[in-house]
């Protein structure tokens, strides 16, 4: 992948995948990554607001010292 | 290496470390900004209110190398025209990875900063009622899209309000502050105000949990004004330069943030009675107030001016408050508000100033011009997402949620568990009983 056999000729562009496809890819898989971020984000949210209007504990097992009590 | 080839990699070094120290010092504005938001929301809601703000910042440093830094190469002329030129701006060119010709790098970094300074904007004003999801959303469309598009038009040597008429903004009061203010406006227009803030029409105070760490995070954003205001200056080997061409210095930039901070912060207090919240966000008034012709205000008239937009910014915050708007921090006042009234201010006071390239002198309808097409442009996109995020029940979490506190549901974590008592809650005695 790399774009230089060696430093001694590297001027310009010296990145990963530079001069192919693989910086293309890369940037799309990136974006993908931040939507599942949203997707996982507002599932999260969900079941988080859920779980309080039922009274149940976010986090399962025990409640450590200084933790709220469920609502 | 011969003596001109030593002269130019040193400049281009100087250049590369002047821009690093203006990423480093905005990130104090980030740093502020958290901690002004705990310090402002009730107890219930703090480590939301900070989970938010590190989100933010990672959202849209994230969406700005994406898609951001592309449109404010593409969106310079109005409406577009520099399409083709903008490739070298999408995130798979040669222009956009690790380069030992180019300095691209360090500049997406400072505009990457100055995005996430929009979202940090719209953060405090919906403090405590808003899902994050839907501010995420609205944060990366103004962070990455509405403000850029608004830098392309009017903070840019060859943006086109510039060029036809006459625009001057050195300090990005316009598209940073004035669109911030006015997306953030239409936001909060459907978002509605928090539980009990207003009682049969009537506005109630809902204090801070903690004042002066909202004090203290506002005094951060004054240190990472000045990476901000630095980031503002064209560093090049032949001097300092406005983003629109025209010569300037560090010194005339000193001069008036310094006078801007301390006359906002003075024409707060007299407006506000000393109330602190308002006397600290007088000094954010006073710099984006004269943030427009920074680079031209005789130190004293900064001052004036400075006095004028903290004096302001309470009777700003009251008229929002009269259409039933809940701004938690102020945002709209200080941002939009002392924005709007430092452009128009610039427009009479450096009226006839030339620009460059023989572009239209500096003039009162230029700037009034501008302060419409940005505020339009900061509103409408601001209303009509929130709007549709509403009627898709995404924007704001269930009342009972809002009542409980978001750091009993969506935070599974305790902000202070040994130490200042969470916020008491009418429903108290029902849960316990």
């Known amino acids: ?71 | 290496m011969t003596p001109e080839d030593t002269l130019a990699s040193m400049e281009a070094v100087i250049t590369d470390l002047f821009y690093w120290v203006s990423i480093a010092l905005m990130i104090c504005i980030h740093a502020g900004f958290l901690a002004y938001e705990v310090g402002a929301s009730r107890s219930k809601n703090v480590l939301a209110a900070a989970m938010k703000n590190l989100l933010t910042f990672s959202v849209v440093c994230a969406t700005f190398f994406f898609f951001g830094w592309w449109f404010y190469n593409a969106f310079y002329q109005f409406p577009v025209g520099a399409i083709d030129t903008a490739t070298a701006a999408l995130p798979w060119s040669d222009d956009m990875g690790p380069n030992n010709s180019s300095v691209t790098g360090i500049f997406w970094g400072a505009f990457a900063l100055f995005a996430a300074t929009t979202g940090s904007i719209l953060s405090g004003a919906v403090l405590e009622r808003i899902r994050t999801s839907a501010f995420l959303i609205l944060t990366t469309v103004l962070g990455s899209v509405v403000w850029i598009i608004g830098a392309a038009w009017a903070w840019h040597g060859s943006g086109w309000l510039l060029t036809e008429w006459g625009w001057h903004d050195f300090g990005a009061a316009g598209c940073v502050h004035l669109i911030a203010g006015a997306f953030t406006l239409g936001v909060l227009i459907n978002l509605g105000p928090r539980i009990g803030r207003f009682v049969d029409g009537k506005a109630i105070t809902i204090p801070p949990h903690n004042l002066p760490l909202t004090m203290l995070g506002l005094m951060l954003i004054f240190v990472g004004f000045f990476g901000f205001l630095m980031g503002c200056v064209v560093y090049t080997n032949t001097g300092y330069f406005s983003i629109f061409g025209n010569q300037t210095t560090l010194s005339a930039v000193a001069f008036s943030t310094l006078m801007g901070l301390a006359g906002g912060i003075l024409g707060a207090y007299v407006s506000s009675k000393g109330e602190p919240f308002w006397t600290i966000s007088g000094g954010l008034a006073g710099v984006i107030s004269v943030a427009p012709g920074m680079d031209l205000y005789h130190p004293a008239l900064a001052f004036i001016i400075a006095v004028a937009g903290g004096l302001l910014i309470p009777y700003f915050g009251k008229a929002i408050e009269k259409f039933g708007i809940d701004d938690v921090v102020g945002a709209v006042a200080v941002h939009g508000g002392c924005a709007a009234f430092g452009i128009v201010v610039s427009g009479f006071v450096l009226w006839g100033y030339p620009n460059v390239a023989g572009y239209p002198d500096i003039n009162p309808l230029g700037q009034i011009g501008g302060f419409v097409v940005l505020a339009l442009l900061g509103f409408l996109p601001g209303y009509v997402l929130s709007l549709a995020l509403k009627k898709a029940k995404m924007l704001r979490i269930p009342a009972a949620v809002e009542l409980a506190g978001l750091d009993l549901s969506e935070v599974p974590a305790t902000p202070y568990p040994e130490g200042i008592p969470v916020t008491i809650l009418k429903s108290d005695t029902e849960v316990t009983a």
């Open chain 1, 1 to 71: 992948m790399s774009p230089i056999d060696s430093w001694d000729d590297a001027s310009g562009v010296v990145f990963t995948g530079a001069g192919t496809i693989w910086p293309v890819l890369f940037s799309i898989v990136a974006f993908a990554l931040f939507v599942a971020f949203l997707a996982v984000m507002i599932r999260h949210e969900k079941h988080a607001y859920v779980a309080m209007l039922k009274h149940e504990p976010i986090e399962k097992g025990p409640a450590v010292e200084g933790e709220p009590r469920v609502y």
